[in-house]
């Protein structure tokens, strides 16, 4: 693999952070409608959520336009990763996925005794469609896209993901993971959805800790196959995981159009300020399609995580293709403009 996590020296003090760039958190939710819902359903903690459940997932099955039993809920989507991996690699075998990549997936078909099969992005940071295709051997039991992708906010072109997805679903389920897919700007086009009700083994995560600013609440979904989600319900994951606070804002959620709308222009508007910025710096971001940004650094990169930290910036770095890289989420405008000019500080730009 070419990527590695650089782990800072200190953990991260939140309490004095001026700007929190650190996990591709949304700074402007949960919406007041969101955070009106929870707030009066507090005392409905006594209860379990099951029919809230049900009311969440007929309302994404609308959305999405499939059906009820082609969804299932997780407390984030990373739960999903998670027990998609625990299911299909009981038996160990491999995963065939881009790298670099998200690496929840990958990290758990390990930890189950499966092996990572990682095919190289292509030059423009693209998933190598083409590869991955060629890597799929008669041991592997999943494969997994990234699109956008994360840690690099490139994106894979959707028809030939679609393409991808038809044919190698035939063989084995294909994992595409949209948790950035709304920040998009045609978003309806570039799913993969559409193949879940061609009845393809294809599963599709979605996640409402990007665009609706809910990430400490922890609601995500899968839209994939009854058959297929039926391995995973019967075995590791009811709808006894999830929270009935966070149920009642995710539903106060699917109900938001301008909220949603906003949160989307501004983070296309801070990812061009910040473009800008880097780029009068000397910096050479890859092209991001998400609500994060990366590019390479000269500085060592655990060095510069800890004086960035120290000015109360949190980002991350990688280590990857040889080379430090710093991945900044896009924050309020106040954040980033705080970003621009520590990093200005700290490289001496
Ligand atoms: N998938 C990708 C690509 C992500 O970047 C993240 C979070 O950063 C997740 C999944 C997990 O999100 P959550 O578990 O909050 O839904």
Redesign the pocket.
Known sequence: SVIKELVPHVPLDESRMMAKLN??ENPYGPSPKVIKAIADSVSLGNRYGHGDAAILIDMIAEKEGVKPENIMLGP????L?EKTAIVQFQQGGNIVAGDPA?M?IMNTAQAMGGNWKAVPLTKDYAHDLKAMAAAVDSNTNLVYV?NPN?PTGSITDAGELKKFCSEVSAKVPVFV?E??LEFLENPDSQTMVGLVSEGKDVIV?R?F?KIHGM?GL?I?YIVATPERIETITNKVRSTMGLCVTSLKGAIASMQEKTFLAQCKSQNTECREYVEDEIKKMGFNPIPSYTSFMIFPIAMDGREFMKSMYEEGVGIRTYQMYDQSWCRVSMGTHDELAYFVDTIKKVTKA
């Open positions: 996990a591709n984030g989507s990373t739960d990763l998200y929840s990234c994360n993971d948790a950035y995560a996640t800790s990430a922890r995500g």
